[in-house]
T-cell receptor, first 117, second 115 residues
C-alpha cells in the first residue's frame, strides 16, 4: 500500500523565520515520484517540485529547498526567510511507477502554514 | 506545462439538483483525473477519465453519482448528481504531462456549496 504522512497539521511562524514541512511516505514500488504542491486560499494547486526515487540529490530553488532521504522515506520541504505570501496549505504526494492504468497521486493530509507579519 | 481551465469556479446549488463541471486543457492528454477535496481535507481521487472508454472509478465513488464524460482529448465533464450538503467540496480536474510520468497539473478547482 502507498501512503503519505504529513504529521504537522498546522504551523505558525513569524515572517523571516525558517520553517520545515515534514513528509514521510510508504511504498513498495522501487521506482516512484514524490511531489510538493502549494494550495493558497484561492484553492488552486500549484506544483512546486518533483523528485524521482532514483535521484536523492537535494534541491534548492530560491527560498525553497527539499531534502529527500530514501533511508528514512522522507521528503521534507524547507522555506527559508518565510514571507506572508507563503501562507497556504502544502501537500506532499506520491505516485508509484507500476505501469497501471491510473498512475494516481496519493496525497498527504496537508500542512497549513500561516506566516504572520 | 498544461493549462487547465475549469468552470465554474464556484457555485451554490440546492440539494437534489446536479452540477456539471467542465475541464478544458490546452493540449491533448490521454488521461484526465477528477479529485474531490472536502473542507479541511486532502484530495481524494474520484475517477480517471480516458478518451473513448468508460471512466474508472475509485472505491466509494459510483457512476450514478459522479457521471463523467470524455468526448475528446482536451475536454471532460464531471457531474455531481442529486446533491446533498455532504457534497460541498472543491472539485479539481488534473492531467499528467505528455510523458505520463511528470508532475500532475491541476485546474483552479470548483468550489461547490450545497444548501
Amino acid at each position: 500500500a502507498q501512503k503519505v504522512t504529513q504529521a504537522q497539521t498546522e504551523i505558525s511562524v513569524v515572517e523571516k523565520e525558517d520553517v520545515t514541512l515534514d513528509c514521510v511516505y510508504e511504498t513498495r514500488d522501487t521506482t516512484y515520484y514524490l511531489f510538493w504542491y502549494k494550495q493558497p486560499p484561492s484553492g488552486e494547486l500549484v506544483f512546486l517540485i518533483r523528485r524521482n526515487s532514483f535521484d536523492e540529490q537535494n534541491e534548492i530553488s530560491g527560498r525553497y529547498s527539499w531534502n529527500f532521504q530514501k533511508s528514512t522515506s522522507s521528503f521534507n520541504f524547507t522555506i527559508t526567510a518565510s514571507q506572508v505570501v507563503d501562507s497556504a496549505v502544502y501537500f506532499c504526494a506520491l505516485r508509484g511507477h507500476y505501469g497501471g492504468a491510473t498512475n494516481k497521486l496519493i496525497f498527504g493530509t496537508g500542512t497549513l502554514l500561516a506566516v504572520q507579519p | 506545462s498544461a493549462v487547465i481551465s475549469q468552470k465554474p469556479s464556484r457555485d451554490i446549488c440546492q440539494r437534489g439538483t446536479s452540477l456539471t463541471i467542465q475541464c478544458q486543457v490546452d493540449s491533448q492528454v490521454t488521461m484526465m483525473f477528477w479529485y474531490r477535496q472536502q473542507p479541511g481535507q486532502s484530495l481524494t481521487l474520484i475517477a480517471t477519465a480516458n478518451q473513448g472508454s468508460e471512466a474508472t472509478y475509485e472505491s466509494g465513488f459510483v457512476i450514478d453519482k459522479f457521471p463523467i464524460s470524455r468526448p475528446n482529448l482536451t475536454f471532460s465533464t464531471l457531474t455531481v448528481s442529486n446533491l446533498s450538503p455532504e457534497d460541498s467540496s472543491i472539485y479539481l480536474c488534473s492531467v499528467l504531462g505528455a510523458t505520463g510520468v511528470t508532475e500532475a497539473f491541476f485546474g483552479q478547482g470548483t468550489r461547490l456549496t450545497v444548501v
